[in-house]
């Protein structure tokens, strides 16, 4: 009887009827403040043992800065070798071969090309050489022997000579000079001093193909001619053509005791073209 009373009573005017989550939580709040905090749980701490652990870590510290670690003995390594280390060795030796190979062939094709510039060299200079001026040149007598005079109580020997020169080349070309000289010798030196020999003629002189120039020349030097003594005539005769600028011809006699000119022999720089 009393239950269905309880469930038959009207709601209290002006109060809401509490909905279940806001009961739940009223419920919570009100049994919050009942209950007891949890206690947090208190580690001992046993300061024995922790002198105990830094004394057992320092001591270990001590031992590895006193006892430092040595390897005395590496320990074995074994390699193994296959078919790829044949094959590496046997490359780098294809390479070393073909790298040498090549060195040997630039070396005959530079040896090639310096033969060939020689070659083309050499047939220019023939070209030239068959197309260029030559200027041969002679001596002749004019009075016909050697003459030994006394200059004021000083012994001299005069010679008067004709100097004949011819163009034998293909082309004409220009005298530039001419010089002689007159010497009585024991023996002469192996390449004449071609600026120290007396200066004849300055003047510009052309000389066509074929053509011969002769000119009288009086020479004396002092002394005379001893035993074992040889009086020598020579000289040399400078010229240009189209070809080059300082060309020249030596020239060098003797005169026998019976006054006859020979060309000196055994001396190629006094019988020289260039």
């Known amino acids: 009887m009393i239950v269905?009373?309880?469930?038959?009573?009207?709601?209290?005017?002006?109060?809401?009827?509490?909905h279940p989550t806001h009961a739940s939580s009223r419920t919570q709040s009100q049994a919050a403040p009942n209950k007891a905090p949890i206690p947090t749980p208190?580690?001992?701490?046993?300061?024995?043992?922790?002198?105990?652990?830094?004394?057992?870590?320092?001591?270990?510290?001590?031992?590895?800065?006193?006892?430092?670690?040595?390897?005395?003995?590496f320990p074995p390594v074994t390699v193994t070798r296959d078919w790829t280390d044949r094959a590496y060795w046997f490359?780098?030796?294809l390479l070393v071969g073909v790298g040498a190979f090549q060195a040997w062939f630039l070396l005959r094709t530079v040896q090639a090309a310096r033969d060939n510039a020689i070659a083309a060299r050499t047939n220019a200079e023939a070209?030239?050489?068959?197309?260029?001026?030559?200027?041969?040149v002679d001596i002749d007598w004019r009075m016909g022997r050697v003459m030994n005079v006394n200059a004021n109580g000083v012994e001299k020997t005069a010679v008067d000579i004709l100097l004949a020169c011819r163009n034998q080349g293909k082309t004409p070309c220009w005298i530039t000079e001419k010089r002689i000289e007159?010497?009585?010798?024991?023996?002469?030196?192996?390449?004449p001093d071609l600026e120290r020999i007396q200066l004849y003629q300055a003047e510009l002189e052309p000389l066509a193909v074929g053509r011969e120039s002769?000119?009288?020349v009086d020479i004396i030097c002092d002394g005379r001619a001893?035993?074992?003594?040889?009086?020598?005539?020579?000289?040399?005769v400078g010229y240009?053509?189209?070809?080059?600028?300082?060309?020249?011809?030596?020239?060098?006699?003797?005169?026998?005791?019976?006054?006859?000119?020979?060309r000196l022999t055994g001396y190629p720089k006094y019988n020289e073209n260039t």
């Open 42 to 73: 208190k580690t001992s701490v046993d300061a024995n043992a922790t002198k105990k652990n830094e004394d057992a870590l320092s001591g270990i510290r001590t031992e590895d800065t006193q006892k430092p670690v040595r390897v005395s003995e």
């Open 182 to 191: 007159l010497g009585i010798v024991e023996s002469l030196p192996p390449i």
């Open 214 to 216: 002769i000119k009288p």
């Open 91 to 93: 490359f780098s030796l």
């Open 127 to 136: 070209l030239i050489n068959s197309e260029r001026a030559w200027v041969l």
């Open 226 to 236: 001893g035993e074992g003594q040889l009086i020598v005539i020579y000289g040399v």
């Open 4 to 18: 269905v009373l309880f469930a038959a009573l009207p709601p209290i005017p002006g109060k809401a009827t509490d």
């Open 240 to 262: 240009r053509d189209i070809f080059s600028s300082a060309r020249c011809t030596t020239f060098g006699y003797y005169v026998t005791p019976d006054n006859k000119l020979e």
